[in-house]
Protein backbone atom coordinates (compact mmCIF):
# COMPACT_ATOMS: atom_id res chain seq x y z
CA UNK A 1 0.00 0.00 0.00
CA UNK A 2 1.63 3.42 -0.89
CA UNK A 3 0.90 6.56 1.20
CA UNK A 4 1.81 8.75 -2.02
CA UNK A 5 -1.31 9.59 -4.57
CA UNK A 6 -1.45 10.96 -7.25
CA UNK A 7 -4.22 12.31 -9.61
CA UNK A 8 -5.35 12.40 -12.21
CA UNK A 9 -3.89 8.81 -12.77
CA UNK A 10 -4.01 9.51 -16.81
CA UNK A 11 -4.32 12.92 -19.07
CA UNK A 12 -4.61 13.32 -22.32
CA UNK A 13 -4.13 17.14 -23.29
CA UNK A 14 -3.36 19.25 -26.45
CA UNK A 15 -0.55 21.26 -26.58
CA UNK A 16 -1.95 24.54 -26.20
CA UNK A 17 -3.68 23.25 -23.08
CA UNK A 18 -3.25 24.04 -19.24
CA UNK A 19 -3.33 21.35 -16.58
CA UNK A 20 -1.83 20.44 -13.15
CA UNK A 21 -0.25 17.34 -11.64
CA UNK A 22 -1.45 16.75 -8.04
CA UNK A 23 0.89 14.29 -5.57
CA UNK A 24 -0.54 14.15 -1.63
CA UNK A 25 1.61 11.87 0.85
CA UNK A 26 -0.05 10.87 4.26
CA UNK A 27 3.75 9.55 5.49
CA UNK A 28 5.17 12.77 7.49
CA UNK A 29 7.87 13.19 4.94
CA UNK A 30 9.41 16.53 4.44
CA UNK A 31 10.82 15.74 1.29
CA UNK A 32 9.06 15.67 -2.21
CA UNK A 33 10.24 14.58 -5.66
CA UNK A 34 9.11 15.20 -9.65
CA UNK A 35 10.53 12.37 -11.96
CA UNK A 36 9.43 11.70 -15.74
CA UNK A 37 9.68 7.87 -16.64
CA UNK A 38 10.16 7.48 -20.19
CA UNK A 39 10.27 4.54 -22.09
CA UNK A 40 14.10 2.86 -22.44
CA UNK A 41 15.17 5.56 -21.06
CA UNK A 42 15.73 5.91 -16.88
CA UNK A 43 13.88 7.90 -14.62
CA UNK A 44 14.75 11.45 -14.94
CA UNK A 45 14.74 13.58 -11.54
CA UNK A 46 13.08 16.79 -12.46
CA UNK A 47 12.70 18.27 -9.24
CA UNK A 48 13.04 18.25 -5.33
CA UNK A 49 11.41 20.18 -2.45
CA UNK A 50 12.87 20.17 1.21
CA UNK A 51 10.50 21.70 3.81
CA UNK A 52 8.71 23.31 0.72
CA UNK A 53 11.74 24.74 -0.17
CA UNK A 54 13.06 23.51 -4.10
CA UNK A 55 16.16 22.60 -3.39
CA UNK A 56 16.99 20.75 -7.26
CA UNK A 57 15.28 21.70 -10.61
CA UNK A 58 17.34 19.03 -12.93
CA UNK A 59 17.23 21.62 -15.90
CA UNK A 60 13.56 21.23 -16.38
CA UNK A 61 12.22 23.68 -19.06
CA UNK A 62 10.06 26.22 -18.04
CA UNK A 63 6.73 24.77 -19.66
CA UNK A 64 7.17 22.38 -16.27
CA UNK A 65 6.26 24.43 -13.21
CA UNK A 66 6.22 23.22 -9.84
CA UNK A 67 4.20 24.16 -6.76
CA UNK A 68 4.90 23.00 -2.88
CA UNK A 69 2.04 24.50 -1.16
CA UNK A 70 2.92 22.60 2.39
CA UNK A 71 5.12 19.30 2.75
CA UNK A 72 2.33 16.92 2.07
CA UNK A 73 1.16 18.52 -1.58
CA UNK A 74 3.50 19.08 -4.58
CA UNK A 75 1.99 20.12 -7.79
CA UNK A 76 3.23 20.11 -11.26
CA UNK A 77 2.06 22.94 -13.31
CA UNK A 78 2.06 22.19 -17.34
CA UNK A 79 1.16 24.58 -20.29
CA UNK A 80 2.25 24.47 -24.15
CA UNK A 81 3.82 21.27 -23.36
CA UNK A 82 5.03 19.40 -26.21
CA UNK A 83 4.26 15.53 -27.88
CA UNK A 84 8.00 14.14 -26.61
CA UNK A 85 6.54 15.75 -23.01
CA UNK A 86 4.29 12.01 -23.05
CA UNK A 87 5.32 9.94 -20.59
CA UNK A 88 4.73 8.91 -16.53
CA UNK A 89 5.30 11.48 -14.31
CA UNK A 90 5.93 10.04 -10.97
CA UNK A 91 5.89 11.75 -7.54
CA UNK A 92 7.69 10.54 -4.34
CA UNK A 93 8.53 11.60 -0.63
CA UNK A 94 11.49 10.79 2.02
CA UNK A 95 12.11 11.75 5.21
CA UNK A 96 13.51 14.65 4.08
CA UNK A 97 17.47 16.52 4.51
CA UNK A 98 19.48 17.20 1.75
CA UNK A 99 22.49 15.67 3.33
CA UNK A 100 20.73 12.55 3.44
CA UNK A 101 19.76 9.48 0.83
CA UNK A 102 16.59 8.36 2.09
CA UNK A 103 14.30 5.98 0.88
CA UNK A 104 11.59 7.27 -1.29
CA UNK A 105 8.22 6.34 -1.50
CA UNK A 106 6.46 6.77 -4.59
CA UNK A 107 3.09 7.45 -5.94
CA UNK A 108 1.30 5.22 -8.78
CA UNK A 109 2.11 8.09 -11.45
CA UNK A 110 -0.26 10.39 -14.06
CA UNK A 111 0.46 8.68 -17.22
CA UNK A 112 0.51 11.55 -19.69
CA UNK A 113 -0.04 11.80 -23.19
CA UNK A 114 0.25 15.35 -25.52
CA UNK A 115 -1.66 15.36 -28.40
CA UNK B 1 29.42 12.15 -12.91
CA UNK B 2 27.14 10.05 -10.99
CA UNK B 3 25.57 7.47 -13.02
CA UNK B 4 23.94 4.07 -12.98
CA UNK B 5 24.02 1.17 -15.30
CA UNK B 6 22.14 -2.09 -15.84
CA UNK B 7 23.41 -4.41 -17.85
CA UNK B 8 20.19 -6.74 -18.90
CA UNK B 9 17.59 -4.81 -19.90
CA UNK B 10 15.41 -8.48 -20.56
CA UNK B 11 15.72 -11.35 -18.60
CA UNK B 12 13.51 -14.23 -19.65
CA UNK B 13 13.71 -16.71 -17.01
CA UNK B 14 11.39 -20.23 -16.26
CA UNK B 15 10.28 -20.67 -12.79
CA UNK B 16 12.86 -21.78 -10.55
CA UNK B 17 16.03 -20.62 -12.58
CA UNK B 18 18.35 -18.88 -10.11
CA UNK B 19 18.33 -14.33 -11.18
CA UNK B 20 21.35 -11.98 -11.08
CA UNK B 21 20.76 -8.88 -12.20
CA UNK B 22 24.04 -6.57 -12.88
CA UNK B 23 24.50 -3.06 -11.28
CA UNK B 24 27.23 -0.90 -11.70
CA UNK B 25 27.80 2.48 -10.59
CA UNK B 26 30.12 5.11 -10.92
CA UNK B 27 30.54 7.89 -8.56
CA UNK B 28 33.89 8.09 -6.14
CA UNK B 29 32.29 8.93 -2.62
CA UNK B 30 30.03 6.81 -0.03
CA UNK B 31 27.34 5.23 -1.50
CA UNK B 32 23.66 4.50 -0.86
CA UNK B 33 22.49 1.86 -3.38
CA UNK B 34 18.93 0.76 -3.90
CA UNK B 35 17.04 -1.70 -5.88
CA UNK B 36 12.89 -1.12 -6.65
CA UNK B 37 10.70 -3.12 -8.25
CA UNK B 38 7.68 -1.98 -9.98
CA UNK B 39 4.98 -5.03 -10.56
CA UNK B 40 2.79 -4.36 -13.84
CA UNK B 41 0.65 -1.95 -13.14
CA UNK B 42 1.96 -0.92 -9.55
CA UNK B 43 3.66 1.37 -8.15
CA UNK B 44 7.57 1.67 -7.88
CA UNK B 45 8.70 0.18 -4.52
CA UNK B 46 11.36 -0.63 -2.49
CA UNK B 47 13.21 -4.01 -2.35
CA UNK B 48 16.13 -3.64 -0.56
CA UNK B 49 18.70 -0.84 0.25
CA UNK B 50 22.39 -0.70 1.30
CA UNK B 51 23.45 2.36 3.76
CA UNK B 52 26.56 0.50 5.36
CA UNK B 53 27.48 -2.25 7.16
CA UNK B 54 27.28 -6.16 5.60
CA UNK B 55 27.98 -5.39 2.40
CA UNK B 56 25.25 -9.05 1.76
CA UNK B 57 21.54 -7.03 2.04
CA UNK B 58 18.54 -8.78 2.28
CA UNK B 59 15.45 -7.61 1.09
CA UNK B 60 11.80 -8.51 0.57
CA UNK B 61 10.44 -11.45 -0.97
CA UNK B 62 13.84 -13.72 -0.71
CA UNK B 63 15.79 -11.02 -2.58
CA UNK B 64 19.37 -10.12 -1.81
CA UNK B 65 22.52 -8.15 -3.18
CA UNK B 66 25.74 -8.05 -2.90
CA UNK B 67 27.82 -4.31 -2.59
CA UNK B 68 31.08 -5.15 -4.08
CA UNK B 69 33.12 -1.75 -3.71
CA UNK B 70 36.18 -2.89 -5.87
CA UNK B 71 33.79 -3.64 -8.40
CA UNK B 72 31.72 -0.96 -7.89
CA UNK B 73 28.62 -2.76 -8.43
CA UNK B 74 25.83 -3.79 -6.40
CA UNK B 75 24.17 -7.04 -8.22
CA UNK B 76 20.56 -8.17 -7.35
CA UNK B 77 20.04 -11.91 -6.62
CA UNK B 78 17.28 -14.54 -6.33
CA UNK B 79 17.86 -18.96 -5.91
CA UNK B 80 14.73 -19.46 -7.47
CA UNK B 81 12.49 -17.02 -9.39
CA UNK B 82 8.21 -17.48 -9.52
CA UNK B 83 5.90 -15.98 -11.87
CA UNK B 84 5.01 -13.56 -9.47
CA UNK B 85 8.59 -11.83 -9.74
CA UNK B 86 7.84 -10.84 -13.43
CA UNK B 87 8.33 -7.05 -12.77
CA UNK B 88 10.72 -3.89 -14.15
CA UNK B 89 13.80 -3.35 -11.69
CA UNK B 90 15.60 -1.02 -11.33
CA UNK B 91 19.11 -0.10 -9.20
CA UNK B 92 19.84 3.64 -7.84
CA UNK B 93 22.77 5.47 -6.14
CA UNK B 94 21.14 8.17 -3.37
CA UNK B 95 23.34 10.87 -2.75
CA UNK B 96 22.80 13.94 -1.12
CA UNK B 97 18.91 13.45 -1.37
CA UNK B 98 18.89 12.54 -4.44
CA UNK B 99 18.48 8.97 -6.17
CA UNK B 100 19.66 8.33 -9.30
CA UNK B 101 18.58 5.76 -11.15
CA UNK B 102 19.53 3.14 -14.17
CA UNK B 103 17.50 2.19 -17.14
CA UNK B 104 15.89 -0.79 -15.55
CA UNK B 105 15.45 -4.77 -16.22
CA UNK B 106 12.29 -6.11 -17.52
CA UNK B 107 12.02 -9.65 -15.96
CA UNK B 108 9.92 -12.20 -17.10
CA UNK B 109 9.04 -15.35 -15.80
CA UNK B 110 7.42 -18.23 -17.50
CA UNK B 111 5.60 -20.74 -15.38
Known amino acids: ETGVTQTPRHLVMGMTNKKSLKCEQH?????MYWYKQSAKKPLELMFV???????ENNSVPSRFSPECPNSSHLFLHLHTLQPEDSALYLC??????????????FGPGTRLTVL | AQSVSQHNHHVILSEAASLELGCNYS??????LFWYVQYPGQHLQLLLK??????LVKGIKGFEAEFIKSKFSFNLRKPSVQWSDTAEYFC?????????FGQGTTLQVKP
Open chain 1, 49 to 55: YNFKEQT
Open chain 2, 92 to 100: ALGNTGKLI
Open chain 2, 50 to 55: YFSGDP
Open chain 2, 27 to 32: YGGTVN
Open chain 1, 27 to 31: LGHNA
Open chain 1, 92 to 105: ASSQGGTGSADTQY
